[in-house]
């Protein structure tokens, strides 16, 4: 079972290899596999931080800012010495600091609809935690596009959400959810509304649970639930989503899955 783990990592992730569930196999299937993160930020921070202590053996981070003061708050991935350096190489460090036996790789780009498809296609699993509409869209598409699953979680105030979408299997995307051709969800960023920094925390981290569980295909996904946290009231709520047939952005593909089913 550990023949082609190192003695380091058998010591490393000895707890993921004491569940039944993960052990030297689910271990192994980590360390081959890639995730796209987007964005180095509140959310970005605790995922990039559990996805490489995990031993997720390739992670890509896409950040175009750089670190400012008003980002150590809520993301711990930075540093006050690091104020001004491009938050990718500023995470880099922190995450081959914690973990030299991943692959940490850097795109300091906005996501574009020209450069998404070609970056997105390069990984096994995309983690979107930008805090834009106009990104989650352009992330969206290249997910579909590629066929790669997408976990998703945003973060306003005191509350959060978190899903995934996985339209290439039938179910919902993120047009289906929030249609682009709308007036986008009243959200402000926290720039304008202020974010409690501790939230980010724990919505990152439960996208980190739900990106090893995809990988490493374990329990049950959240392809058709939206969870809901209101931290104030300390009330989590999950809700079913569903895929429209009318939706212009992923309608053909999942129409494609429903014919190749029947």
């Known amino acids: 079972m550990f023949a ?34 987007v964005g180095a930020g509140g959310l970005g921070s605790p995922l990039a931080c559990y996805l490489a202590a995990a031993g997720v053996g390739r992670i890509g981070l896409v950040d175009d800012d750089r670190v400012e003061l008003s980002n150590l708050q809520r993301q711990i991935l930075h540093t006050t010495d690091r104020v001004g350096v491009a938050k990718v190489e500023s995470a880099a460090r922190a995450l081959s600091a914690l973990n030299p036996e991943v692959a940490i790789e850097t795109h300091a780009v906005r996501l574009t609809d020209g450069n998404a498809a070609a970056l997105v296609g390069g990984y096994d699993l995309v983690c979107d935690g930008c805090d834009n509409f106009d990104t989650r869209y352009v992330v969206n598409r290249a997910c579909i596009t590629a066929k790669r699953t997408l976990v998703s979680a945003a973060v ?13 299997l039938g179910g ?37 649970t739900e990106a090893l569980k995809e990988l490493l295909d374990l329990g049950e996904s959240m392809d058709g639930r939206l969870l809901l946290w209101d931290a104030l009231a300390t009330r989590f709520t999950t809700i079913r989503i569903s895929r429209d047939p009318h939706c212009p952005v992923c309608g053909g593909v999942s129409d494609q899955v429903a014919a190749v089913a029947t």
């Open 4 to 37: 082609d783990l190192t003695e380091s990592e058998i010591q490393r992730y000895s707890r993921h290899i004491l569940l039944p569930e993960v052990g030297g196999t689910g271990q192994m299937r980590l360390r081959s596999a890639s995730v796209l993160i």
């Open 156 to 168: 306003t105030r005191f509350e959060g959400q978190l899903t995934t979408f996985r339209p290439h």
């Open 172 to 208: 919902p995307c993120y047009n289906c959810l929030y249609p682009e051709t709308q007036a986008a969800p009243d959200a402000p960023s926290c720039g304008d509304a202020g974010v409690f920094g501790a939230v980010t925390g724990v919505l990152g981290t439960l996208q980190a």
